[in-house]
């Protein structure tokens, strides 16, 4: 009779007790949502739910000595209840004594009883993981500047920039991968290999033509 006071949203199955239970077109329940079985997403889309500030408190009873398929969402589901503060009960025992809440709040209109119902809560730690998140952008703004950020700001003239860019033989591009090549060559020694020196040498002017090409930020 308390629930019956609830707009009811949950998985396929447990959508369907209900509604055999109190009856499909009962005139004073409202019916939300029907989501699909707990093992093929249902359990995520009541999550969603919860994430979009549309669901006041949760009633999910979980077996505790089978395993489930689904396991990585009920985790989830648990975990972003407990980051919404949302009411949650977990057992009979848990869903019997707020049933007395309920009922109570309901006859005295105490919303401070039910808060979840009616207000955006969260979890204490979620501000303290906004406050870290913002520090880490912060941050990464703030961080080093890139190889041609550091060459503008070492020459105050447009020609000089020009003519350090010719003038440079190698970009951290390239000398990268000139390090690789010749960790390769000595691998190939290694491996009592020797290419052709012409080939190789050919093949890696190949390499140096095509990395001149590319921009430095890659």
């Known amino acids: 009779e308390v629930l019956m006071k609830f707009r009811i949203t949950g998985t396929q199955t447990t959508m369907r ?6 009856g ?4 004073t329940i409202e019916y939300g949502l029907t989501c699909t079985s707990g093992p093929l997403g249902g359990d995520a889309q009541i999550a969603a ?8 408190a949760l009633i999910f009873f979980v077996d505790p000595l089978s395993a489930h398929p689904h396991q990585a969402d009920i985790d989830s589901l648990i975990r972003l209840s407990n980051c919404g503060n949302v009411i949650v009960c977990c057992n009979p025992t848990s869903a019997m004594s707020m049933m007395h809440t309920f009922k109570c709040a309901l006859e005295k209109g105490n919303r401070g009883m039910i808060p979840s119902f009616f207000e955006t809560l969260e979890s204490p730690a979620v501000a303290e993981y906004k406050r870290q ?20 700001s070492n020459v105050h003239d447009e020609d000089e920039l020009d003519d350090l860019i010719e003038k440079s033989e190698e970009s951290p ?9 010749e960790r390769s060559r000595s691998s190939l020694a290694l491996a009592g290999i020797n290419p052709d020196p012409e080939k190789k040498e050919s093949g890696l002017k ?3 033509r095509t990395i001149k090409r590319l921009p430095d930020n890659i």
Not at 24 to 27: F, I, K, L, S, V
Not at 173 to 180: A, H, I, S
């Open 17 to 22: 007790m209900c509604k055999s239970l109190w």
């Open 24 to 27: 499909e077109d009962h005139p």
């Open 49 to 56: 739910l919860m994430c979009m500030e549309d669901l006041g």
């Open 133 to 152: 998140q913002e520090l880490a952008l912060a941050a990464a703004v703030q961080s080093k500047p890139s190889y041609c950020s550091r060459l503008e």
């Open 173 to 181: 591009t390239e000398v990268k991968v000139g390090r690789r090549l």
């Open 206 to 208: 190949k390499i140096m």
